[in-house]
């Protein structure tokens, strides 16, 4: 186990832990140790493929990975805020209900999966299947906001939340994959580009921007820059197509009764 | 067809559990020698994908002293599955050098069968006599041993490259085949996590015939289809697992049929009917109709990714909406793929450049140059 790097151990608030080599299941004791003991900022450094950093924690706490943290970062995760240094793998924010999540690099797929609040910053690239299954409910809305392009099966069954895919690095290929918001039947996505309508699932048509769209465009686009670093200068809110469902129960007629 | 007992002592219960097989692979362009311990540090990044029921290896240019030869990985139940096997070997082949397959007892690898390697070329009489070239004859070798000898299987049988398997998690299967003690410009390694069928020697991966092996996270929905075409060819598929196929096809379309590899790729993972209807290229859009047509049988279905090894390189690839992970990552001449980018950064702390490769997409890194 790597070893804490502030001397003092008691009232300390901020401590670095050493992940080197450490098993996922150690690291995430020690990090719930740290908490219990009052810690309210923790550097892991070192991380290499440890799962479920931040898992079904429920203090406000800070949390800060060096390195690729492994699957699921951030799952069940309920009020702490975690800063990824580097990209992050598969299953990021899964099933998350309230706190932010910043990668400063890419992150893999099913990113937000059955997510019902809380923000998700991403600098880079994510991948495929990203917001699947998000929901909200009264005032837990989930925010995804991705610097660059994603995969196939963006926004796939979406039943709420707000998603935003901006596209700057655009010139290396297309913003999004096919089968956007197949499924979906709630929530709002903001791509930054145009989309062709074979991109689209059936169940989702292109709107125009309302004035409350301009709104929160400016507003998450504003503490994406602030989070991430990222040069938003570039972007326009009228380069925005915002898709929605146009059906609330798109497979209302597939049951039998 | 009917194995009878062919299997009796391999069979183990199994009950079904989730799937998160992990896999990794890396080669280097320029053919430099790159240590087995390298491929076992990466393996262990992806312990927790597996579940101790199966682990393996393929490197290749690690047999530069038999190059020529097949060298063939054969594992025995008993001695009387030896005998009967080393008759057909010395019937059919000329061994040059025959040995036990060093292994470094372990705990935690049990129920180890007998394990020798046989390098050895075709008999040039029965080549002549039959006129069928050695490949060809020494895939009906192997699926005749296979198929017919109980309890014996070959495992590994391409030139200057060995498959080293076991049940066990992967980096103990590699410290206990002692892959610290080879090098070769490529591997791939595997941790299993069986699902719908048994961890047993045979099943763990890579799986192989002559330089093909191919490692492999998820399930051949198409595996009945799959296995029927290709017993049309004489592949007979013996070892259990859906995996088999895919390393059968890759031999049946590159090396039968001559297809180019990204060509072979497209048939394994096949474009969408909607999205070659969207082709704007005419020329394209009529080979992937015609691939379709011809090659039905030999589309993959179902959720994969895949490494695949050959003699001259690696190549990864998905199924057509990416349904298990797949990361690569480059750094010099060094090309890396695995179902996670921790198990790249720990044998790569800073790559040039990581991306994630698009479904049905192949990522293919081969030598520049001659070894």
Same mark, same amino acid.
């Given at each position: ?35 219990? *003991? ?188 602030? *989070? ?30 | ?34 240590? &087995? ?16 029921? &199966? ?46 397959? +060093? ?85 791939? &390694? ?122 001259? &390189? ?42 994630? +490769? ?14």
């Amino acid at each position: 186990m790597g070893k804490a790097a502030t001397s003092d151990k008691t009232g300390s608030k901020s401590m670095t832990v050493d992940a080197t080599g450490v098993h996922y299941k150690d690291l995430n004791c020690r990090v719930r140790g740290l908490i219990a *003991e009052g810690c309210r900022e923790i550097t892991l450094d070192g991380v290499n493929g440890q799962r479920y950093i931040g898992d079904g924690l429920t203090d406000k706490v800070r949390i800060i990975v060096n390195g690729v943290p492994g699957n699921d970062l951030g799952a069940f995760m309920d009020g702490p805020t975690l800063f990824v240094n580097e990209n992050a793998q598969d299953g990021v924010g899964n099933t998350m209900n309230s706190g932010k999540i910043v990668v400063k690099g890419h992150v893999g797929d099913v990113m937000g999966y059955g997510m019902r609040g809380g923000r998700i910053f991403v600098l880079g690239n994510v991948g495929y299947r990203v917001g699947i299954h998000m929901k909200s409910f009264k005032d837990q809305v989930p925010v995804i906001v991705a610097g660059g392009r994603a995969g196939d099966f963006f926004g796939e069954y979406m039943a709420g939340g707000v998603m935003v895919l901006l596209g700057l690095n655009a010139e290396e290929g297309p913003l999004v994959g096919n089968y956007v918001g197949t499924g979906m039947h709630g929530g709002v996505i903001f791509l930054r580009g145009q989309v062709s309508e074979r991109q689209l699932g059936e169940e989702v048509r292109v709107f125009p921007l309302e004035e409350e769209d301009r709104c929160q465009l400016e507003s998450l686009l504003a503490e994406f820059a602030a *989070e991430t670093g990222a040069d938003i200068s570039p972007v326009s809110i009228d380069e925005f197509a915002k898709l929605m469902p146009f059906s609330h129960r798109p497979y209302g007629n597939m049951y039998c009764y | 067809m009917a194995f009878g007992d062919k299997y009796s002592k391999w069979r183990v219960d199994e009950s079904r559990v989730p799937a998160a097989c992990g896999l990794s692979g890396v080669i280097s362009q320029d053919g430099k020698m790159i240590g &087995g311990d390298v491929i076992i540090e990466s393996m262990k990044v992806l312990h927790d994908r597996g579940n101790g029921l &199966g682990g393996g290896f393929a490197g290749y240019g690690i047999y530069p002293r038999y190059n020529d030869h097949y060298a063939l990985h054969i594992m025995f139940e008993d001695a009387d599955g030896r005998a009967a096997c080393e008759e057909m070997l010395e019937m059919n082949l000329e061994v040059e050098a025959a040995e036990e397959i +060093p292994t470094l007892p372990s705990p935690q690898i049990q129920d180890v069968p007998e394990l020798r390697r046989y390098f050895a070329l075709p008999r040039g009489e029965k080549l002549l006599a039959e006129a069928i070239e050695p490949d060809d004859f020494m895939v009906r070798l192997v699926m005749g041993i296979n198929t017919t000898v109980p309890g014996t299987f070959v495992f590994s049988s391409g030139k200057n490259m060995g498959v080293f398997k076991a049940v066990g998690f992967a980096e103990d299967v590699g410290e206990f085949y002692r892959l610290p003690d080879y090098s070769g410009y490529s591997w791939i &390694g595997h941790g299993r996590f069986p699902t719908n069928t048994p961890g047993w020697w045979g099943g763990a991966h890579p799986f192989n015939i002559l330089d093909w092996a191919v490692v492999h996270n998820g399930e051949i929905s198409s595996y009945g289809i799959n296995k029927r075409y290709l017993e049309m060819f004489g592949y007979e598929c013996t070892l259990l697992t859906d995996t088999e196929v895919m390393a059968y096809l890759f031999d049946l379309l590159v090396r039968k049929h001559r297809l180019p590899l990204e060509v072979a790729c497209k048939v394994l993972a096949a474009p969408f009917w909607k999205d070659i209807d969207n082709e704007s290229d005419p020329i394209e859009r009529e080979l992937e109709e015609a691939l379709r047509v011809a090659y039905g049988s030999a589309l993959v279905n179902g959720p994969f990714a895949v490494i695949v090894g050959y003699s001259r &390189g690696i190549v990864g690839l998905n199924d057509r909406i990416k349904l298990r992970p797949l990361v690569a990552a480059g750094k010099d001449d060094f090309l890396y793929i695995s179902s996670e980018e921790s198990a790249i950064r720990q044998i790569c702390p800073r790559p040039d450049r990581v991306w994630a +490769p698009s479904a049905g997409q192949p990522v293919i890194g081969e030598l520049k140059g001659d070894l």
